[in-house]
């Protein structure tokens, strides 16, 4: 297996998963329905902040150069879209809100190979967020903020692109690579199992009415 074909694989296998985690239901989830400006931006704040953390946590005690090098530079990243979201608020955030599943699941791995495919499954959930972000402030009439949420979009595939390079760096056999698709599976579906338990909380479907 090579990064293409894990990556072709993982999205064929959550397909269903990612497709629903795309749909315009996902800032309903997220925001348990309170889809004003304000509400939004603090949630995606808390998402930023999040990611930071367990960039740094990871970071701490990665023991192969590459991937600790990674981590430490996506910490900072966060770090950069926490304050660029708050900037876009114009209010106080306190940025110590619990952690969701999509990072709650990826701060528990340990692993080199492990964390390299969280990250990418993180991404693949990450892109599809900055994607409703960006359409929601398309929607408002607010294009300066849906520039900011394309930005960081672009960053999170970066992030992604950047993950499955180190994969191909650090995956030796196919078991190394399906350890991490493991890894990326359960990010994914841990996000996903938030967004539908969100939604029936709400009495809303998850799934796509056809």
Same mark, same amino acid.
């Given at each position: 297996m090579?990064a293409?074909?894990?990556?072709?694989t993982l999205?064929?296998?959550?397909?269903?998963?990612l497709?629903r985690?795309?749909?315009s239901k996902?800032?309903?989830?997220?925001?348990?329905?309170?889809?004003?400006?304000?509400?939004?931006?603090?949630?995606?704040?808390?998402?930023?902040?999040?990611a930071?953390r367990?960039?740094e946590?990871?970071?701490?005690?990665?023991?192969d150069?590459?991937?600790r090098?990674?981590?430490?530079e996506l $910490?900072? /990243? &966060? =770090?950069?879209?926490?304050?660029?979201?708050?900037d876009?608020?114009e209010?106080d955030h306190? *940025?110590t809100p619990?952690d969701g599943?999509?990072?709650?699941?990826?701060?528990?791995l340990?692993?080199?190979?492990?964390?390299l495919?969280?990250?990418v499954?993180r991404a693949l959930v990450g892109e599809?967020?900055h994607?409703q972000?960006?359409s929601f402030?398309?929607n408002e009439?607010?294009?300066?903020?849906?520039?900011?949420?394309?930005?960081?979009?672009a960053d999170?595939n $970066?992030s /992604? &692109? =950047?993950?499955?390079e180190?994969?191909a760096d650090?995956?030796?056999?196919?078991?190394?690579? *399906?350890?991490?698709?493991e890894?990326?599976?359960?990010v994914?579906?841990?996000?996903?199992?938030?967004?539908?338990?969100?939604?029936?909380?709400?009495?809303v479907?998850p799934?796509p009415?056809?």
């Amino acid at each position: 297996m090579d990064a293409t074909s894990f990556s072709e694989t993982l999205e064929d296998e959550m397909d269903v998963e990612l497709e629903r985690l795309g749909s315009s239901k996902l800032l309903v989830a997220l925001t348990d329905a309170e889809l004003d400006e304000p509400t939004v931006l603090r949630t995606a704040a808390d998402g930023e902040h999040a990611a930071a953390r367990t960039f740094e946590a990871w970071a701490d005690d990665e023991t192969d150069e590459g991937a600790r090098e990674a981590f430490a530079e996506l $910490a900072a /990243r &966060e =770090r950069d879209h926490y304050d660029r979201v708050t900037d876009a608020l114009e209010g106080d955030h306190d *940025g110590t809100p619990e952690d969701g599943a999509v990072h709650a699941e990826p701060r528990s791995l340990e692993t080199t190979t492990a964390r390299l495919g969280g990250l990418v499954g993180r991404a693949l959930v990450g892109e599809r967020t900055h994607l409703q972000l960006v359409s929601f402030f398309v929607n408002e009439g607010d294009e300066t903020r849906a520039e900011l949420f394309r930005e960081l979009r672009a960053d999170t595939n $970066a992030s /992604r &692109e =950047r993950a499955l390079e180190l994969l191909a760096d650090v995956c030796e056999t196919d078991e190394d690579w *399906g350890r991490a698709r493991e890894a990326a599976e359960s990010v994914i579906q841990r996000a996903y199992d938030e967004y539908a338990d969100s939604l029936e909380g709400l009495g809303v479907d998850p799934k796509p009415i056809c």
